[in-house]
């Protein structure tokens, strides 16, 4: 009986939402996809955030180690655009959202602006291209020794890494990629897994022409 009742219940419910005015579903601002880089316990951090409507969500991070750190999180909005984030070793994040330009600040991640990551067909197609038309250059630290890198994506999701280092070693890494979105300010955001799974985040200013990487060096277009 009370199952009948139930779903009686529920037919009443969805049709009034079908022929009722005003009977929608709407999200929280801050679900989506979030980007955001800056130093965290003294690294230089990119970080990708999936902030779900249920109130849960995912963070994958990367640093100069070039590994993949995961870990999943809930959230409660607290009013007045302030978020708790509760991750899964009980440790906790305050979010300030700025709904004017639609990013926010995190307690944790000082002095880092979280953007939001967005895709539409355009927009990847426009982001993929810019990163597979080209090649892409660096110098700095890689794997704690001086070098310099050439990294050639490919349109099929491949790439090719190659670190030349001051001894006059030469290392050939194969990686595969992934487009995360693109931001307001135009931030193209793609990550590289590397075989032997040494991971990374690029963030690719599609304006200016360069792009930083969660190793912390940065990276030029060569047309």
């Known amino acids: ?3 009948s009742i139930a779903i009686a219940a529920a037919a009443v419910i969805l049709f009034g939402c079908i022929f009722a005015a005003g ?27 999936t902030i779900n409507a249920d109130g849960t969500g995912t963070e994958v991070t990367a640093d100069i180690s ?19 984030l509760t991750y899964d070793d009980q440790s906790t994040d305050t979010l300030t959202f700025n709904a004017e330009y639609d990013t926010f600040i995190s307690e944790n991640f000082a002095n880092a602006i979280t953007w939001r990551l ?23 630290l890689f794997y704690g020794y ?7 994506p490919k349109a099929d999701g491949t790439g090719l890494a190659v ?14 990629w992934t487009y995360a979105g693109t931001t307001s300010n135009q931030n193209a955001c793609f990550i590289l897994t ?25 990276y030029f277009k060569n047309d």
């Open 66 to 84: 070039e590994k993949k750190y995961e870990s999943t999180f809930t959230w409660k909005n607290t009013g007045n655009g302030t978020y708790i």
């Open 118 to 140: 967005t895709s539409t067909q355009e927009s990847a197609d426009k982001a993929v291209a810019y990163f597979t038309e080209a090649t892409w250059s660096a110098e700095g």
């Open 23 to 49: 009977c929608t579903t709407t999200s929280d601002q801050i679900t989506g996809t979030w980007y955001s880089s800056g130093y965290f316990d003294d690294k230089y951090t990119m970080t990708i955030d």
């Open 146 to 152: 001086e070098a310099t890198a050439l990294v050639s």
């Open 163 to 176: 670190f030349s280092y001051e001894d006059g070693e030469v290392e050939e890494c194969p990686f595969t």
């Open 194 to 218: 590397f075989e032997g799974g040494d991971f990374c985040i690029y963030s690719l200013d599609m304006d200016l022409g360069f792009g930083t990487a969660s190793t912390d060096v940065v």
């Open 1 to 3: 009986m009370k199952k």
